[in-house]
């Protein structure tokens, strides 16, 4: 009988650990040498990484570091940079009501130090990441400085390993501000509104991340979007559009050399996540425990 309960407990911990990984390799289809895809998170320091069993062998074995989008191409700064200002005929002001607007002026001059005013041509989602951002340091002690998810190719520039980016930055851009100003408006009210709510959705996510769990997250994220009114569709571009542009993209690079893939967490689980695309295509994907 103990044996067969223990049979149970090593049966029921492999199965929850081949669900919780973020690292895993892609072999088979014809490829010389394997390739490795991990899920990354931006709210996570570097440290972390040292407790991922792996991770720094499959980086190491490989390469050529694939991102979302190259971070020190020399037009990165410019296109943020235009990126994040409003039109010239708007302005935070002429976007929000006068109550709403000294409502969010003054938690974002408690929390930024700095008034509404003098982010009035900022567009509203990138005041909204900062002030997202803000409050988690306040709260976490998280230190910017030390964020994981640029860490890959920090490395491949020190190394000379080439980085290849899956998209442009302007791509990103556009999703990241878009151009309904009037809504991503609201949505910071909302926010700030919300911020407690926010706050114990960001701990929650950053838990399950450092758990692996990365179906969960999915789970999570897409309850998080209900609460924030994402609409399906705009998650679909988000998220599963880009995924489905990439795996075509992929196949090339992977037969060129050996691969580190490093991309944001929730490309990776799902229908149209990284690591069911890929197996489509006949590689075979497997976590590395």
Same mark, same amino acid.
Request: charged share 20%; glycine share 4%; hydrophobic share 40%.
């Given at each position: 009988m103990k044996k067969y309960n223990l049979f149970i407990l090593i049966l029921i911990f492999s199965l929850n650990a081949s669900q919780a990984q973020l690292l895993w390799k892609i072999s088979g289809h014809g490829l010389e040498k394997p390739s490795y895809l991990f899920g990354t998170h931006h709210l996570i320091p570097i440290q972390f990484l040292d407790s991922v069993p792996g991770l720094y062998k499959a980086f190491n074995s490989t390469q050529t570091v694939v991102s979302e989008v190259v971070l020190n191409n020399l037009d990165t700064a410019p296109a943020i940079q235009r990126a994040a200002l409003l039109p010239d005929s708007i302005t935070i002001q002429t976007l929000?009501?006068?109550?709403?607007?000294?409502?969010?002026?003054?938690?974002?001059?408690?929390? *930024?130090?700095?008034? #509404? $005013?003098?982010?009035?041509?900022?567009?509203?989602?990138l005041i909204a990441k900062f002030y997202e951002l803000e409050l988690y340091k306040t709260v976490e002690h998280f230190d910017e400085n030390t964020k994981s998810d640029s860490y890959f190719q920090l490395v491949a520039a020190q190394k000379g390993i080439p980085v290849v980016g899956l998209e442009t930055v302007e791509k990103q851009l556009n999703l990241l501000f878009p151009k309904n100003y009037q809504k991503e408006a609201q949505l910071l009210i909302e926010t700030i509104r919300n911020k407690d709510k926010l706050i114990g959705e960001i701990n929650e996510m950053n838990q399950m991340y450092r758990k692996a769990k990365i179906y969960e997250l999915e789970k999570l994220a897409s309850q998080s979007n209900k609460r924030w009114n994402v609409s399906e569709e705009e998650n679909y571009v988000l998220v599963d559009e880009r995924n489905i542009d990439w795996i075509r993209? *992929?196949?090339?690079? #992977? $037969?060129?050399?050996?691969?580190?893939?490093?991309?944001?967490?929730?490309?990776?689980?799902g229908t149209n996540g990284l690591i069911n695309l890929l197996k489509k295509e006949g590689y075979k994907v497997t976590a590395i425990n």
């Amino acid at each position: 009988m103990k044996k067969y309960n223990l049979f149970i407990l090593i049966l029921i911990f492999s199965l929850n650990a081949s669900q919780a990984q973020l690292l895993w390799k892609i072999s088979g289809h014809g490829l010389e040498k394997p390739s490795y895809l991990f899920g990354t998170h931006h709210l996570i320091p570097i440290q972390f990484l040292d407790s991922v069993p792996g991770l720094y062998k499959a980086f190491n074995s490989t390469q050529t570091v694939v991102s979302e989008v190259v971070l020190n191409n020399l037009d990165t700064a410019p296109a943020i940079q235009r990126a994040a200002l409003l039109p010239d005929s708007i302005t935070i002001q002429t976007l929000l009501s006068k109550t709403d607007y000294d409502f969010a002026n003054e938690e974002i001059t408690k929390t *930024l130090r700095m008034s #509404l $005013n003098s982010l009035n041509k900022m567009h509203p989602s990138l005041i909204a990441k900062f002030y997202e951002l803000e409050l988690y340091k306040t709260v976490e002690h998280f230190d910017e400085n030390t964020k994981s998810d640029s860490y890959f190719q920090l490395v491949a520039a020190q190394k000379g390993i080439p980085v290849v980016g899956l998209e442009t930055v302007e791509k990103q851009l556009n999703l990241l501000f878009p151009k309904n100003y009037q809504k991503e408006a609201q949505l910071l009210i909302e926010t700030i509104r919300n911020k407690d709510k926010l706050i114990g959705e960001i701990n929650e996510m950053n838990q399950m991340y450092r758990k692996a769990k990365i179906y969960e997250l999915e789970k999570l994220a897409s309850q998080s979007n209900k609460r924030w009114n994402v609409s399906e569709e705009e998650n679909y571009v988000l998220v599963d559009e880009r995924n489905i542009d990439w795996i075509r993209q *992929l196949p090339e690079l #992977l $037969n060129k050399s050996s691969c580190f893939i490093a991309v944001g967490v929730l490309h990776l689980p799902g229908t149209n996540g990284l690591i069911n695309l890929l197996k489509k295509e006949g590689y075979k994907v497997t976590a590395i425990n």
